[in-house]
């Protein structure tokens, strides 16, 4: 299995799908990224969230958030029972970047798993879901 390899025309394929919405609205790949999650997320919806879950760095993500909220996609707002807890929250300016954001995630679902029965789609789910857990774990005991 050569999945080390291949995992990257997948991601390269969803990111040339991206692009577009990129470019239309002056956004890189990590901005795009981190409003799409927060949009799909709204209960994780703190920088270390962000960087936990995505395993993405936290400089990248401090970068992307304060370019997201210069260009007002997002707002921060401090948490009324933890003062130290900022939450960031997708603005209604941001709407018409997440709706073509689905619509794009959409297509790319349909493209590749095009040929696959539902019954086929429901074990690949499962199966994805074990290896990422093990993957998880494995990172964890390291």
């Known amino acids: 299995m050569h999945f080390w390899d291949r995992h ?15 470019g239309k609205y002056d956004l890189t790949q990590m901005e795009y990224d981190i409003l799409m999650f927060l949009y799909s997320n709204p ?7 962000i960087v936990k ?6 400089s990248h993500v401090s970068t992307s958030l304060k370019s ?14 933890n003062k ?12 018409s970047i997440i709706y073509e954001g689905i619509e794009t995630q959409k297509r790319f679902a349909h493209d590749v798993l095009k040929g696959f029965s539902d019954e086929e ?22």
Request: hydrophobic residues 30%; positive net charge; charged residues 30%.
């Open 8 to 22: 990257k025309t997948i991601t390269g394929y969803y990111e040339s799908l991206t692009r577009s919405v990129c």
């Open 43 to 49: 209960e994780f919806n703190t920088a270390a969230d």
């Open 53 to 58: 879950i995505r395993k993405s760095t936290k």
């Open 68 to 81: 997201l909220e210069n260009k007002g996609l997002i707002e921060k707002k401090q948490n009324e029972s």
């Open 84 to 95: 130290k807890h900022i939450e960031l929250f997708v603005t209604e300016s941001a709407k």
């Open 121 to 142: 789609i429901t074990t690949f789910k499962n199966i994805f879901e074990k290896i990422c857990n093990n993957a998880e774990d494995c990172l964890n005991n390291k």
